[in-house]
């Protein structure tokens, strides 16, 4: 009941942390993620979900179709297009510990197995890294889902021997095909797992009922991916999209970029982290001074009592971090190695109860008070969360380089374009080329509208205005305003915290 308890309270504490303003932090929409908007209103006003949506370098279908289903049931809105990953983020909270659990029986006893699992999902709970990505719209998030969900029905099924967890696990790891790029390289993990098994399942005499098992989980998962392999043999120009141009393959010395980039990666956990303001507070380590403590706690005690737990676990970490390491474009990344975190945070949760166990041990022999170790154990817990909460909301989400990584000017475009009269036109200037005004023209659908005209810069120079137009810049060049200056020196020019409001005066 205790260990119920507790998971209960971690979800409610993950949700608050990945739903708590998600309209407003992060303070802006990307892009990127705007064309995933895009992309769902037409699949919600079409009704015919796509496998894969190529605008942008093309994206695996999922993700947008949940997105649409989103728009379906609440409308469009910031909130509808952003509750998707936030949900995706909070049952990976309950898939770590489902997953932590199933590896950790093997380590530990059940009763410590279950509360270093809730210790994983905690340390989860309260990842900067994972709430992050909890609260943008790239479809990555659903990575760590899919694995962990897929990956406890497997060792669940390893444990019990039943064929449905088999099943399930092959109908969850289908459906990843169907997430992210980086998921493909899972199937290095699959096959090593399947391997270790085999052997386990024939030292068990169960090797018949295991292969049948393994047979219904790769039929099933293959089927399900069937439909987006045959689209890749169609359209092979999509099977790697971008990634072909980061890829360390296309540089001069592909083994020295391999060797720089395994580097930075692994030392992104506990040295210098990814540095990219959208992924992170830029160049600070993904785990938090604890969790990465607990990862090396574990690590250390797995040379002592090694298993087919942690042979698992360590093939998991390397196998996802590659999608990171095989690239050479903006080092160390933390979307594309997202798929390590259920490995690593079942290893922080380990270390963490280990170094817990031991601390009560030492409380309990030194004859300390009952109430000492509650109380130190509660003060990790709640520093822990108001921690991530003071340098995530308070702290990363004011900071100007957020707001320009989130491209804050966009949204701030779409919004007084949709503060303006109906009846008014309305010219947004596309000063930074096609894709950024998917954000704008997204803002602008949230305000059940579509109506600006979105023009190049020099037709915004040339264009002849009519009294009653608005024209709206993308950010604050003053080249722009200036040539208006000069056609319509009566003009009036509003200026907003990051973009130019004119409204010429013929």
């Not at 990956?151 to 444990?159: A, C, E, N, P, S």
């Amino acid at each position: 009941m205790g260990v119920r308890l507790g998971l209960i309270l971690v979800l409610l504490l993950a949700a608050f942390l990945r739903l708590w303003q998600l309209e407003v932090v992060p303070p802006g929409i990307y892009p990127d993620e705007a064309q995933n908007a895009t992309d769902a209103i037409q699949t919600l006003e079409t009704k015919q979900p796509q496998i894969f949506y190529p605008a942008n370098n093309g994206r695996e279908g999922l993700f947008n179709n949940l997105t649409a289903l989103s728009f379906a049931v609440f409308g469009i809105s910031i909130w509808s297009f952003k509750i998707v990953p936030a949900i995706a983020g909070i049952l990976t909270i309950l898939g770590q510990y489902l997953l932590s659990k199933e590896l950790l029986l093997k380590i530990l006893d059940k009763k410590r197995a279950e509360l270093a699992a809730l210790l994983a999902a905690f340390l989860l709970a309260v990842s900067f890294w994972h709430i992050n990505f909890s609260r943008i719209q790239f479809r990555a998030i659903l990575l760590p889902l899919v694995l962990s969900f897929a990956f406890f029905f497997l060792l669940r099924g390893m444990r019990t021997r039943k064929l449905w967890n088999f099943a399930a696990a092959g109908v969850i790891y289908g459906l990843g095909a169907y997430t992210y790029i980086s998921f493909r390289l899972s199937a290095l993990l699959v096959a090593a797992a399947l391997l270790i098994w085999l052997f386990q399942a024939l030292k068990e005499q169960w090797g018949k009922r295991f292969i049948v098992s393994v047979c219904a989980f790769s039929f099933i998962a293959i089927a399900i991916s069937t439909p987006l392999l045959l689209y890749f043999a169609s359209h092979p120009e999509f099977f790697v999209s971008r990634a072909e141009g980061v890829s360390i393959f296309a540089k001069d010395n592909p083994l020295l970029a391999f060797g720089e980039s395994a580097a930075k990666h692994l030392a992104m956990f506990h040295v210098a982290g990814d540095q990219n303001w959208r992924h992170n507070f830029a160049g600070r380590p993904q785990l938090s001074v604890t969790a990465g403590l607990f990862f090396l706690l574990a690590i250390a005690y797995a040379f002592k009592k090694w298993n087919g737990s942690y042979a698992l676990l360590f093939i998991w970490f390397f196998a996802l971090l590659l999608p990171g390491v095989l690239t050479f474009e903006g080092t160390p990344h933390a979307l594309r190695v997202i798929g390590v975190i259920p490995a690593l945070y079942a290893l922080a949760g380990l270390g963490g109860a280990l170094f817990f166990f031991w601390l009560k041990n030492i409380l309990d022999q030194k004859k300390a008070p009952r109430t000492l170790f509650p109380i130190l154990l509660g003060f990790f817990l709640t520093s822990s969360a108001i921690v991530v909460f003071n340098e995530y909301f308070l702290v990363w989400a004011k900071m100007p380089q957020v707001q320009d990584a989130f491209t804050a000017r966009f949204v701030e475009a779409g919004t007084i374009a949709n503060d303006l009269p109906a009846e008014a036109r309305k010219y947004v200037v596309e000063s930074e080329g096609d894709l950024p005004t998917e954000t704008v023209k997204f803002i602008q659908r949230t305000g059940g509208k579509q109506d600006a005209i979105f023009i190049s810069i020099q037709d915004a120079e040339t264009r002849t205005f009519q009294k009653g137009d608005f024209l709206i810049t993308m950010n604050q060049e003053r080249g722009i305003i200036d040539a208006l200056l000069l056609r319509y020196p009566q003009g009036i020019l509003k200026i907003f915290p990051r973009v130019f409001l004119y409204v010429p005066v013929p």
